[in-house]
């Protein structure tokens, strides 16, 4: 009896196929670790490039604004704050969540302006941040105090300054008041800038002005080497410049929080003499908004395991009378979701990872509506491993 012959004829189609499928998906393993991360690393050089840009002509325009006070100009000035960006669309590739940028005041000081009579005047100022959550570049904010734009880091650099003392050595101070404002998101943020004439002037002998500064004494020698000034160190982060003019010229700015964000710039010009003293703008009051949006639902579960740290948010937004654009998740410098909305209501499930570790974190809700229009709603879970 002859043996049976076996059959092997699909044998090495078989075998082809799984070499080409197996070239196929080191390919594809080779483009989502490597080609990905460095066109995504263009697409966020791009918007860092840009949203540069943005601030320096916001820096611009805060002074020409208080500049046109005292000339018979057009003064409204309108300008847009690109703070984050998408990335490229992907067919088979995948991307990270798209880049949020978050505009804000860090923290609130005051400009002292001491008289010869031992008087003084407080002019309210806050120091602005804009920091961009890359996944790719380092995340170094650009950072604004007192005439002065840099990118932080290790080394803070320089991007744009203003000469603090005017051609006739007057002294120009800017108090910024914004009442903690806040604007995160991928979207670009518009700014109005509006100057208002309404500072009184002070007319009293001045011996000294304070400015309150996070800079180091280096950095400030570096960036005003031919300005005299003394530098004083205090027990908090914020130290002082102290300068010893005759002459000030004092201007106040206001960030209104409401959906135009506008801005409010007033100045007023202080020579040696006796007056009242210059009282702080404060913020325009934000009208009534007839519209009412709602966090109906915003519950957290931790779904930590020995490996990743994680949190389940359940949660549901509706809105009155316009329809809702987007809801933001996130975990504040780390984990984000963005969810498009179409319509009066919405609700969902999403997860967020916290890439600390366990421990105590804050999970923040934000709700957007057609018109711009925000709520949020902070609240704190503890992830356990």
Known sequence: MEPKKLDNRAVSEVIGFVLIFGILVVSFSMYQAVMVPNQNEGTEFIHQQEVEN?????HSELHQAADSVLQPVNSNRFLTINLGTNYQNRIIAVNPPPVQGEFKSTQTENITIIYDDNSQNQIETEFLEYNALYNELPRNPIKYEN?????????????????????????RIIGLQSDNYQNRGVQSS?????PDDSVNVVNKSITEVRIPTILSEQEWNNTYENTEYEYVE???????IIFEPEIVEALSVGIDTRGENSVLAGEGIVPPSDD???????PPE???????LNIDTFELTDRSNPTFARVDVDWAVSSEDIELSEVEIFIEDFDSEIISIDGFEASGTNQLEERDGYGEVEVVLRVTDEEGNTLEETQIITLEN
């Open 286 to 292: 934000p009208p009534e908004d007839p519209n009412e």
């Open 234 to 240: 205090n027990e908090n982060e914020t130290n002082e």
């Open 147 to 171: 005439s002065h734009l840099y990118r932080g880091g290790t080394n803070n650099i320089n991007i744009e300054k203003f000469n603090l003392y005017r051609t006739d050595d007057t002294l």
């Open 54 to 58: 943005d601030l320096k002509e916001f």
């Open 190 to 194: 518009s700014l109005r800038l509006l």
């Open 276 to 282: 009242d003293p210059i009282d702080p703008i404060d």
